[in-house]
């Protein structure tokens, strides 16, 4: 999981000015969608919130707007193709996708922007190694954010 680490960066690179993130999943990944997001308010100071993918047209639909990152989860087998049509729902507002799946579900990169792979495991197990790439994400996001906020001289203490 570590070895994977430049595409995260890309992302992190790509929407560390952005000041509003959603994470979204299905059953065990919106839990990890909730960590995620939680380590992306800590760590960058940017506002991020989970949502489960399955309740998005209760109005959190809305709140997705043109080029805001939507990290999508999407490891667990048995919800996956409820997963990808969330993911297609996010699309059609624009947003911009960086999805995680487990090695073999292909079908995403199709519909996302970016797709990160963790390795075939157990379902109960994704969460583990799904929670790696949220991290790094949110550490990326970090010192990207940093770097800017400093070169415009506007880096306030925490």
Do not use: C
Request: proline residues 4%.
């Amino acid at each position: 999981m570590l070895d994977n680490e430049e595409p995260i960066k890309e992302f992190a690179q790509q929407y560390h000015n952005r000041e509003d993130a959603f994470f979204i999943g299905r059953g065990l990944d919106y839990a990890v969608a909730l960590e995620g997001s939680l380590k992306l308010k800590e760590i960058s100071y940017i506002h991020a919130e989970a949502y489960p993918a399955g309740e998005l047209k209760h109005g959190t639909l809305a709140l997705i707007v043109e080029d805001i990152p939507v990290i999508a989860l999407a490891t667990q087998q048995s919800l996956y193709e409820k997963m990808v049509s969330n993911i297609k729902e996010v699309k059609a507002r624009d947003a911009s996708v960086i999805a995680l799946a487990m090695e073999g579900h292909t079908e995403v990169e199709k519909i996302a922007d970016q797709v990160l792979y963790i390795p075939k495991t157990h379902p109960i197990l994704a969460p583990i190694l799904t929670v790696i790439p949220l991290q790094l994400l949110a550490y990326y996001m970090a010192v990207y954010r940093a770097a800017m906020l400093i070169s415009r001289g506007i880096w306030r203490r925490v």
